[in-house]
């Protein structure tokens, strides 16, 4: 079937399905053989080699998806990072990263790299002049995220696509906060998209994966480490990845409407100093956001005011709830610091902007009336109990 003409939600929801030819059920069925035959056929099967019909059907979703020619899927996100840049990164090479970064992926770049004889960069911000300041002569691959994770600073993937096709590099972006929904990096000229399949692809908050797109000639290289390091899924959680990519236009479409609901009422709360979402237009990045996604997130990020602790008021709420992960159907929220960037310094985390009263919302599906209200409850919950001691 040519996907070229299909919309999102007929992508989601019918291609990379594996066909029930015995039974002719309405969905995929699954194979969770580890052991195929190898006499007389085109291709020999091993889960290891991510080529189980269940993984290969879902590979061509993702790819549909993601405009590319080709994906694979990974045990997680970060197998998906580690296995992408170490495909195309070797000792005596030099990778540049944007500034901010999702914490798992810095911590990857600053305990690991070096081990594999690799140089690194992080950029000082997010402009041209940063990116090409920080590339070298032995610069291999440049690396960004956006909408940055937990700030929602937005990169200009055009011109990145741009720098690195002038130095002859590969580009590679963390697309997991917009998710193929808001965003297709490819249609800009980057060469590898990656995604933390746990987030918004899974969307249920019950799904650990991850997800590489790009040229045929690229997964074939992330392909050659990748079945080394074994990091795929297994047959069933990848049935359920499946099953859950077919909500996923209608999903992010009602977080979207909800995070920019949200965002709107923040921006107007005296009890919170700062928000970070690029769907407002005080964001500094609104214009390059507008002009390069299809919507604008279910993130929200925000800065309390200094007399409302951001532990006592996450413990109030009742409806949200305080949870490590994001981008299921609940609303979620945490403590960067506590979290995604715990292990980065005080230092580090300063220099990237993170402070203890920034909290991270992932938006969920709910009303937004009975978000709101629970927010307007445990703010006063919180000064009541101020006032109290």
Not at 26 to 41: G, H, L
Not at 93 to 106: A, E, F, N, R, S
Not at 179 to 202: C, E, M, R, W
Not at 243 to 267: E, M
Request: hydrophobic share 40%; proline share 3%; net charge neutral.
């Amino acid at each position: 079937m040519n996907t070229k003409n299909l919309k999102l939600n007929t992508i989601c929801t019918h291609i990379g399905e594996v066909a029930d030819n015995v039974y002719k059920g309405a969905v995929s069925p699954i194979y969770t053989s580890t052991s195929y035959a190898y006499e007389n056929i085109d291709e020999k099967r091993y889960p290891r080699y991510f080529n189980t019909p269940n993984q290969q059907a879902l590979a061509k979703k993702l790819a549909a998806l993601e405009h590319a020619e080709a994906a694979l899927i990974f045990g997680s996100g970060m197998a998906a990072v580690s296995t992408s840049l170490l495909a195309f990164l070797g000792a005596g090479d030099h990778v540049v990263l944007q500034k901010v970064l999702y914490g798992g992926t810095y911590n990857f770049v600053v305990e690991e790299l070096e081990r594999f004889g690799i140089e690194y960069s992080f950029t000082e911000g997010l402009s041209k002049n940063d990116f090409e300041k920080a590339i070298k002569s032995n610069t291999k691959v440049i690396f960004v995220e956006t909408p940055s994770n937990p700030l929602l600073s937005i990169t200009d993937l055009k011109m990145v696509a741009s720098l690195a096709k002038k130095h002859q590099l590969v580009s590679m972006i963390d697309n997991t906060f917009a998710s193929p929904v808001n965003q297709n990096p490819i249609d800009f000229g980057i060469d590898v998209v990656i995604h933390s399949a746990t987030k918004y692809l899974g969307g249920h908050s019950d799904i650990l994966a991850g997800a590489v797109c790009a040229s045929e000639e690229n997964i074939e290289k992330i392909f050659s480490l990748g079945k080394n390091l074994g990091g795929n899924l297994s047959d069933y959680t990848v049935w359920l990845l499946e099953r859950s990519i077919k909500t996923l236009g209608i999903r992010v479409k009602a977080q979207n409407r909800n995070a920019k609901k949200l965002a709107k009422y923040f921006s107007k709360n005296e009890a919170i100093a700062k928000v970070y979402y690029p769907g407002l237009k005080t964001h500094p990045d609104y214009e390059l956001a507008r002009e390069q996604m299809n919507g604008f997130g279910g993130m929200v990020s925000f800065e309390l005011k200094g007399d409302i602790d951001p532990l006592q008021f996450t413990n109030a709420l009742e409806l949200i709830k305080p949870s490590m992960s994001l981008a299921g159907v609940e609303s979620t929220i945490v403590s960067p610091t506590k979290t995604s960037h715990a292990l980065l310094t005080a230092e580090e985390r300063a220099h990237q902007g993170i402070n203890d009263c920034l909290l991270r919302l992932s938006v969920g599906i709910e009303d937004k009336r009975d978000l709101i209200a629970d927010f307007e409850q445990a703010i006063s919950k919180v000064k009541a109990n101020s006032i109290l001691i």
